[in-house]
């Protein structure tokens, strides 16, 4: 069985950095492309950032210089380095593995159950 879950969210100070973690079991992470989405409430959910197989990184204009995807192919585990986090970044976090690299969250097949993120203005 496949699942993923997510860790390292919580109550954040504006400027201030947080790494989430998304550790992995029933599947290979380098397998397949992984996703950073986040949501807040009343918004659309959003692609933040992704890493494709082959290690190809990717970003949203919103967080681009600010965060930072990597994968830890020995711990299974992908992690999202947030820095000079701000009040917009506040949002439930999701972690999705999929077959293809994209920005479309339908485009992948599992989902992990999500990290909160709060950053107070």
């Known amino acids: 069985q496949v699942q993923l879950v997510e860790s390292g969210g919580g109550l954040v100070k504006p400027g201030s950095s947080q790494r989430l973690s998304c550790a992995a079991s029933?599947?290979?992470?380098?397998?397949?492309?992984i996703g950073w989405f986040r949501q807040a409430p009343g918004k659309e959910r959003e692609g933040v950032s992704r890493?494709?197989?082959?290690?190809?990184?990717y970003y949203a204009d919103s967080v681009k210089g600010r965060f930072t995807i990597s994968r830890d192919n020995a711990k299974n585990t992908v992690y999202l380095q947030m820095n000079s986090l701000k009040p917009e970044d506040t949002a439930v976090y999701y972690c999705a593995v999929g077959f293809v690299s994209t920005a479309v969250a339908d485009a992948y097949d599992y989902w992990g159950q999500g990290t909160q993120v709060t950053v107070p203005s």
């Open positions: 029933g599947l290979r992470l380098d397998y397949y492309a």
């Open positions: 890493i494709s197989n082959d290690g190809s990184t």
